[in-house]
């Protein structure tokens, strides 16, 4: 035991000395679309709030809401997202966003929602009735809503008001993204069993919608959620932005066509062993 013992000591001391490297690795699951459409999220301003859809911004172009009952983080989530800090009011009082407040985004005809949270029980019973129902307005009638992102803290995810809300949107064929958040509130383990009993449960009930783990506090999650909204709100990269006018292109001469081949066998030729 002590002869093997010393052994594995002197192995030890043998070995090549390998450098760990701490840095972080970009991860390969996030792709271009990903890292533009958050670069793209971030030029968010703030356009107006409305008490009421009769005095929403003009119903046209596309929209997506933050829907969640309160305190889930919908504001904090914008904010992260935008990667402004004020941008929607967020607050450890629950019931802080009691308008329909609109965010452009580099256009007014693309545009991101902070609605009022639902399900806060310390509101008056008259003001609850009046925001439910002007909430109920706007997810009814909405044309430019292209979908939800509900927002369900992950430590007391699908509540009845959430259940509510899936079910409706599901029986409606409104798109929903659900975001666990403050994810940075469990460890990695038992964030990810959360996530999985969530998606389960869901399945059950026949509402497969996606769903994904977020934290505003740790930045967890933008990328993927910027991707998915960046779709609904046909959002185009801007490379493929870039319109060419054919009339500008100068026709060619017969030397330029040449000249052209030319170049073109070079590459072959450099490209060939
Ligand atoms: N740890 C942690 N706290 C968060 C996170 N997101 C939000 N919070 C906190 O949760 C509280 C509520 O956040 P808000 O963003 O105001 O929640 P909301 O859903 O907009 O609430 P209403 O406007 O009342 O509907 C605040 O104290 C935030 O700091 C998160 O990812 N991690
Ligand atoms: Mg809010």
């Keep these: 035991m002590h002869r093997y013992a010393k052994s594995k000591d002197t192995k030890a001391r043998l070995a090549p000395k390998q450098k760990i490297s701490y840095e972080k690795q970009p991860d390969p699951a996030i792709t271009g679309y990903a890292v533009q459409s958050l670069n793209w999220l971030r030029q968010a301003e703030f356009l107006m709030s409305a008490p009421k859809l009769a005095l929403c911004v003009e119903d046209t172009g596309y929209e997506i809401a933050f829907a969640g009952r309160s305190n889930a983080g919908k504001s904090s989530a914008i904010n992260a997202l935008t990667n402004q800090k004020q941008l929607a009011r967020a607050s450890k009082k629950p019931g802080r966003t009691q308008m329909i407040n609109f965010f452009s985004l580099g256009n007014p005809n693309q545009r991101l929602v902070d609605l009022p949270g639902y399900g806060y029980a310390a509101v008056p019973e008259e003001m609850k ?117 054919i009339n500008s292109i100068p026709e060619a001469s017969d030397a330029d066509i040449d000249d052209a081949d030319d170049d073109s066998e070079d590459i072959v030729e450099s490209d060939t062993p």
Excluded: C
């Design 129 to 245: 009735r009046v925001w439910q129902k002007e909430l109920e307005n706007y997810l009814i009638h909405r044309e430019s809503l292209q979908g939800l992102v509900l927002l369900m803290d992950i430590r007391h995810p699908l509540q009845h008001f959430d259940l509510m809300m899936l079910e409706w949107a599901h029986s409606r064929k409104l798109f929903v993204h659900i975001l666990l958040t403050k994810a940075d509130k469990l460890n990695r383990g038992p964030a990810s069993k959360a996530l999985i009993e969530v998606k389960q449960a869901l399945k059950k009930m026949k509402l497969q919608f996606s769903i994904q783990l977020f934290s505003s506090l740790n930045k967890q999650g933008l990328e993927e959620l910027a991707s998915v909204m960046a779709g609904r709100l046909h959002y185009i990269l801007d490379d493929n932005k870039q319109v060419i006018d």
